[in-house]
């Protein structure tokens, strides 16, 4: 049954920032992209890179390894060499916080 996990504050993820964490066993990246946050999962599914060390652009997240860029909406890769989409998460913002549901 998913439940809803507390991920950091609004404060600490600014327009255009990543920012990785890991709850349990998920490992999970959000993303604030004009205002808006996403959530994804944290690791590539190309290169098992972490994409909070990557780059926040108009198309997505890009991947610091092999360029790989993923849609923040439906997770899915832009280009090669992923072929394997993200998973993507529910967020909701509650007094400042941000939570993912799991």
Partial sequence: MPQWIKACSLEQIKDGQL?????????????????????TDLICTHAEADLSTGILSEEGVRC???LSVFNLQDGKPQNLPAET?????????????????V
């Fill in 19 to 39: 920012f990785g964490f890991q709850n349990d066993e998920k490992k999970i990246l959000l993303a604030n992209q004009k205002g808006k946050i996403y959530a």
């Fill in 64 to 66: 610091p390894l092999h």
């Fill in 85 to 101: 989409p993200l998973r993507t998460y529910n967020v909701k913002i509650r007094q400042n916080e941000i939570y993912v549901e």
